[in-house]
């Protein structure tokens, strides 16, 4: 019963991992982003485009937590192809009550990066909630989103 929709599953419906040994080597990129709302008190936080706490400086360690859970997507994401990223960045943006995440993967392989820039988002976001929960709970994370994919059969540009 296997369909075209789902390919993470075989003809008698059991969940399986995505055969990509026919597949040709190409440069895959792919972005994603998130927000993270976290009101007017934590913004007024914001100097030179850090927010400081006790924890220590949120947005760089954001940063660096968004681009270490990239590399480990394959061991988090059941099915998912184990791949060594060959880049990875983390932009992060105070934009009035909201701060914007900015991920970017990129390999040069048989598989897609989505699933690596959107746990670079996620992981960023859910870091500066962890970090800034002291000052705040009422913070929500909200539009992570793939926002662009190159490289394989398809591509996508939001």
Partial sequence: MKTDKFSHVDEGGNPAMVDISHKGVTLRIAR?????KVGAGIMAEIKNNELLTKKGPVFQTAIIAGVMAAK????LIPLCHPIGLEDCQVE???QGDRILIRSMA???AKTGVE??????ATVA??????????ISHDITIE?????EKSGGKKDFKR
């Fill in 32 to 36: 994603a982003e998130a927000v993270v």
């Fill in 72 to 75: 480990k997507t394959g061991e």
């Fill in 92 to 94: 992060i943006k105070p």
């Fill in 106 to 108: 990129k390999i040069t």
């Fill in 115 to 120: 699933m690596e820039a959107l746990t670079a």
């Fill in 125 to 134: 976001a859910l870091t500066i909630y962890d970090m800034c929960k002291a």
């Fill in 143 to 147: 539009e992570i989103r793939l926002t």
